[in-house]
């Protein structure tokens, strides 16, 4: 054999193996990013839309928790704004925005609570 074909067999065989390992590269990647989409972004998603679910389904009455961590009473709702009654001063009502809103409780499951005691 001439130096020409061993030359021409080994470039064809890197050439290869570089398409190939560019393959694996891209493969990796995408794995890794529909990793991180399933691990992350994913339950974010989901947590936020149980969250504005429970939101658009709060009704005057409930008892809601707020994202500085009082508790208080929703005397009423307009599109964006609730207003929210703290402690046992009924003169303690603030208006917040809906997104401030980190838990709901509705009224009706505290009083079938009581009933079932």
């Known amino acids: 054999m001439n130096l020409l074909s061993i030359l021409g067999t080994s470039s064809a065989n890197a050439a290869g193996q ?6 694996m590269l891209i493969v990796w990647v995408v794995g890794l990013g529909a990793l991180m989409y399933f691990m992350m972004i994913r339950p ?3 947590q936020q839309q149980e969250i ?10 409930d ?10 009473i929703v005397i009423d709702i307009n599109e964006e704004v609730v207003i ?3 402690g046992n ?7 917040m925005k809906k997104s401030a809103i980190l838990e709901v409780e509705k009224a009706s499951d505290g009083i079938e609570i009581e ?3």
């Open 44 to 46: 974010q998603k989901k």
């Open 84 to 86: 929210v009654e703290f």
């Open 89 to 95: 001063n009924k003169n303690c009502r603030i208006p």
């Open 115 to 117: 009933e079932k005691k």
């Open 63 to 72: 008892s809601v928790l707020t994202t500085a961590g009082f508790y208080g």
């Open 18 to 23: 570089g398409a190939s390992g560019i393959i």
């Open 52 to 61: 504005n679910n429970m939101v658009s389904a709060m009704e005057v009455g």
